[in-house]
């Protein structure tokens, strides 16, 4: 079992940047692939971008790429989630998600189903 807790959410103006971190606990001795996702009020959640457990594979959803980053530190079971140029459709709530990693170990896109275990979310909210 493996438990996901995510930080780093909280209240930016159009334009800034925000880091989300989500740390990993339990049986981490495990190798794990990594993903964000996002819910917004009324809509469905949605992939942001994910990394295969080594982090030579990722994955963005195109409206993503370029503005947010991935990156993830095995030692301290820890994946981020950098945020910049951010604007107000940004708003929602942000979950990391969990995949234990089978092969093709160099695959980074992973539809949502294939996720093990989710975090409780943390909320991001642009102001315009």
């Known amino acids: 079992q493996v438990q996901l807790v995510e930080s780093g959410g909280g209240l930016v103006q159009a334009g800034g940047s925000l880091r989300l971190a989500c740390a990993a606990s339990?049986?981490?001795?495990?190798?794990?692939?990594m993903g964000w996702f996002r819910q917004s009020p009324g809509k469905d959640r949605e992939f942001v971008v994910s990394?295969?457990?080594?982090?030579?594979?990722?994955c963005y959803a195109d409206s993503m790429k370029g503005r947010f980053t991935i990156s993830r530190d095995n030692a301290k079971n820890t994946v981020y989630l950098q945020m910049s140029s951010l604007k107000p459709e940004d708003t929602a709530v942000y979950y990391c998600?969990?995949?234990?990693?089978?092969?093709?170990?160099?695959?980074?896109?992973?539809?949502?189903?294939?996720?093990?275990?989710w975090g409780q979310g943390t909320q991001v909210t642009v102001s315009s």
């Open positions: 990394m295969n457990w080594s982090g030579g594979s990722t």
């Open positions: 998600a969990a995949r234990a990693s089978r092969p093709p170990y160099t695959r980074g896109c992973y539809s949502e189903r294939e996720y093990d275990y």
């Open positions: 339990g049986r981490t001795s495990s190798r794990y692939d």
